[in-house]
């Protein structure tokens, strides 16, 4: 008995070490397989820290509409050209001009001074400055407001100090600033978009990449098979656990290489911020990558063609970063995408990853998607198990429909033989 064990045991060895191969060699005879999941991890991050790698914008045009044409006005138009994030391109006589400079892309926003500005300043009133800006890209319009800002406060300084008569540059001090204060921004230290998204992208990258790549293949193995078998029908696939661990073997080699310069070497090329533990890193990219493969794997099922695992991963590449509550915050999302959020791995993997490399965590510190990945990869590991406990029954079944089919045609020719014989 223990001699038959130990045999069951080499021979799952044998198959799961024989389907390892030939995934392996699947993978790389299919060029579509190696640009999705070969050529995009590793240049894809690359194009894409470049293009984000300034963080902030800088020097965004505005358009001025000076209907004051005061000494306030301009000093104000001169300390906002003065600012690093704007500079003022042209000049319009109304909004109506201003909004079409706006509409052709001539500058970003627009400034407007109305005719009492100076006079409601000098009468100790509040004056108004209006800002219109292009809403179509969020840095933009950010880099505008704070600029304005800030040089709005600027100048009240400069009006209270003039106004106050003090004696001393401590009482102007105590006057425009009772309680000092530091801004030191936490976490994105830089305030910049990179820093922002970069992490996130990373992360989605590896999953998304991942089901590509398992989904062609799939695809491969339908079209070639003129039944559209996804499981070759021979002796080394006998057994669903080796088919399963066969196949994610080859997945985890390739993606083990891929995760760690996704997540360690792109951030730190860039100067990206990164200051995860490496043990900590791995732990949870460990039951990552497996629930991304088995999650690739279940879906495999639907893959009939190849271009529908193209269409699918393009479709669903965005929703999935939103409902990760990194681009959107996770509580403004409804219910009841937040319990789709959970059915997806990278929903947890990129909440996980963003707290251990950007805000410094431990494995502790994000128990919980630890814990939701490992389950889900308990549960798309036994989805997969009987998605293909399926494709091998329906497998056997067109073989033995086929195996019927050659005899009554062998049957048939033979019938005819004897009968041109008589």
Same mark, same amino acid.
């Given at each position: 008995?223990?001699?038959?064990?130990?045999?069951?045991?080499?021979?799952?060895?044998?198959?799961?070490?024989? %389907?390892?191969?030939?995934?392996?060699?699947?993978?790389? #005879?299919?060029?579509? =397989?190696?640009?999705?999941?070969?050529?995009? &991890?590793?240049?894809?991050?690359?194009?894409?820290?470049?293009?984000?790698?300034?963080?902030?914008?800088?020097?965004?045009?505005?358009?001025? %509409?000076?209907?004051?044409?005061?000494?306030?006005?301009?000093?104000? %138009?001169? #300390?906002?050209?003065? *600012?690093?994030? =704007?500079?003022?391109?042209?000049?319009?006589?109304?909004?109506?001009?201003?909004?079409?400079?706006?509409? *052709?892309?001539? =500058?970003?926003?627009?400034?407007?001074? &109305?005719?009492?500005?100076?006079?409601?300043?000098?009468?100790?009133?509040?004056?108004?400055?209006?800002?219109?800006?292009?809403? *179509?890209?969020?840095?933009?319009? #950010?880099?505008?407001?704070?600029?304005?800002?800030?040089?709005?406060?600027?100048?009240?300084?400069?009006?209270?100090?003039?106004?106050?008569?003090?004696?001393?540059?401590?009482?102007?001090? %105590?006057?425009?600033?009772?309680?000092?204060?530091?801004?030191? &921004?936490?976490?994105n230290t830089t305030g910049g978009y990179g820093n922002s998204i970069l992490p996130a992208v990373l992360v989605l990258i590896i999953q998304q990449t991942l089901l590509l790549g398992i989904g062609l293949a799939a695809g491969t193995a339908r079209e070639r098979n003129a039944f559209g078998d996804l499981v070759p029908v021979s002796r080394h696939y006998n057994g669903i656990f080796r088919i399963v661990f066969g196949k994610s073997m080859c997945y985890v080699m390739i993606y083990a290489v891929l995760g760690t310069y996704l997540t360690l070497v792109v951030p730190r090329l860039f100067g990206f911020t990164s200051i995860v533990h490496r043990s900590d890193l791995f732990g949870l990219m460990v039951p990552y990558i497996l629930a991304c493969i088995f999650f690739g794997m279940m879906l495999s099922c639907l893959t009939r063609y190849r271009e529908n695992v193209m269409l699918l991963v393009v479709f669903t590449s965005v929703p999935f970063l939103f409902l990760s509550g990194v681009s959107w915050p996770q509580s403004a999302i409804p219910s009841v995408w937040q319990g789709i959020g959970y059915l997806i791995p990278s929903t947890f993997g990129i909440r996980g990853f963003v707290r251990l490399s950007t805000m410094g965590g431990t494995l502790a510190d994000v128990q919980s998607e630890y814990q939701m990945l490992w389950l889900q990869v308990a549960v798309y590991f036994l989805a997969t198990c009987l998605v293909y406990r399926f494709q091998i029954i329906n497998a056997r079944k067109n073989a033995i429909e086929r195996m019927k089919e050659d005899s009554m045609e062998a049957g048939g020719k033979e019938q005819g033989a004897g009968d041109m014989s008589i």
């Open positions: 008995m223990a001699n038959g064990l130990i045999q069951t045991i080499r021979e799952g060895i044998h198959d799961m070490c024989y %389907i390892w191969r030939e995934e392996m060699k699947a993978f790389i #005879k299919d060029e579509g =397989v190696i640009i999705f999941c070969f050529v995009v &991890p590793i240049f894809y991050p690359l194009l894409y820290s470049w293009a984000y790698n300034n963080e902030v914008v800088r020097e965004v045009t505005v358009t001025v %509409i000076d209907q004051s044409h005061s000494h306030m006005s301009r000093d104000f %138009i001169r #300390k906002i050209d003065a *600012s690093p994030e =704007v500079r003022v391109a042209a000049y319009s006589n109304s909004i109506e001009e201003a909004r079409d400079q706006i509409a *052709s892309q001539e =500058v970003h926003g627009a400034i407007y001074f &109305p005719p009492n500005f100076e006079t409601q300043l000098m009468r100790m009133q509040p004056a108004t400055v209006s800002l219109y800006c292009d809403m *179509s890209l969020m840095l933009t319009y #950010k880099a505008i407001y704070q600029s304005a800002m800030s040089v709005s406060q600027q100048m009240n300084k400069e009006i209270q100090v003039r106004l106050s008569g003090n004696a001393t540059a401590r009482e102007d001090e %105590i006057l425009t600033q009772p309680l000092e204060f530091e801004e030191v &921004p936490i976490f």
